[in-house]
């Protein structure tokens, strides 16, 4: 895995960093053209794989069991 990895989203050209609203922050490719030298590069978000995250869902509402606002144990 390459450890050359940015903060920001920033032209491999000119240096000109893109504002978070605008960078691209999927994991697959894309590519952009840099506002100032008008030069195109690839870009993409690399994730690191932590796991996986399971929730039960409650019957109820069916929103995820941290999401859910139903009262527990509330049963009639
Ligand atoms: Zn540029
Ligand atoms: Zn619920």
């Known amino acids: 895995m390459s450890n050359d990895l940015l903060d920001e989203q920033v032209c491999p050209y000119c240096g ?3 504002g978070d ?3 691209n922050w999927s994991d697959e490719t894309e590519h952009v053209e840099c ?3 008008r030069k195109t590069y690839a870009v993409a978000a690399e ?3 932590l796991g ?3 929730e039960k869902m409650c ?3 069916g929103e995820v069991e941290s999401e859910c606002f139903c009262e527990e144990g509330d049963e009639q």
Do not use: A, D, N, P
Request: with cysteine; net charge neutral; glycine share 6%.
């Open 52 to 54: 996986f995250k399971v």
């Open 35 to 37: 506002g100032r030298c």
């Open 59 to 61: 019957i109820e509402c």
């Open 16 to 18: 000109y960093e893109v």
């Open 47 to 49: 994730y690191q794989f």
């Open 21 to 23: 609203h605008l960078s």
